[in-house]
Structure formats: C-alpha cells, structure tokens
Nanobody
Framework: QVHLVESGGGLVQPGGSLRLSCVAS????????MAWYRQAPGKQREFVASINSGSVFNYHDSVKGRFTVSRDNAKNTVTLQMNNLKPEDTAVYYC????????????????WGQGTQVTVSS
C-alpha cells in the first residue's frame, strides 16, 4: 500500500502565496507521474498540475504563470508553489501519484492523498 500525505494548506488573502507539499510512502518501487487536483464545493475534481519522473510538467490553463510544480524523486515528494492566489482557487487540493508497487510487474497503481484545504479570501 502507498500513502500520500499533503500539507501546507490554509487561509490566504487574494494575491498571496501558499506552498503545498505531498510525501509518498509505503511499497514504492518507482513513481511515474505525480499530480495535484482540486475540488471546489459543488464542483467536480479538476486537474491542476502534474510532473513526471523526467520533470516534464503540465498545468491547467487557469494556473499557468501562477503555480509551479516540482518534485524530489529521491524523497518521493511533490510540491506546488501557488502565487497570486485568487478566490476561485479556493478548494480542497489533492495529491495524486501513479506508482509502480511490484518489482515483477510494470503495472502502475493510482493513489490519492486525503486532501488539504486552501481558502483564498479577504
């Protein structure tokens, strides 16, 4: 089993910054892609940013230029630096990882963290 634990959420004023972190632990052979998703009240969960093991990243259009995703492969961590936050960024942010858990198989399994609340409000 693999566990993802997020940290760094909180309340911030519009224009402010927050840094989210996620650490993966457990039966990990290797991690392919790590990503961040978010879910606002009454809305579906949506993709925010991702980064693969080769540090190729993707962003949702709404966060480009404001959010930066990075990872430390040696520590199995992924970080989301969020700048110039807007009220519409308010959501629960979830860490996601595609993990190889078995040396005898190349199959990837998907895991989710429990989420961390980000609230942007004056």
């Amino acid at each position: 089993q693999v566990h993802l634990v997020e940290s760094g959420g909180g309340l911030v004023q519009p224009g402010g910054s927050l840094r989210l972190s996620c650490v993966a632990s457990g039966s990990i052979v290797s991690i392919n892609q790590m990503a961040w998703y978010r879910q606002a009240p009454g809305k579906q969960r949506e993709f925010v940013a991702s980064i693969n093991s080769g540090s190729v990243f993707n962003y949702h259009d709404s966060v480009k230029g404001r959010f930066t995703v990075s990872r430390d492969n040696a520590k199995n961590t992924v970080t989301l630096q969020m700048n110039n936050l807007k009220p519409e960024d308010t959501a629960v942010y979830y860490c996601n990882a595609n993990v190889r858990v078995n040396l005898s198989s190349w199959r990837l399994s998907q895991f989710w963290g429990q989420g961390t609340q980000v609230t942007v409000s004056s």
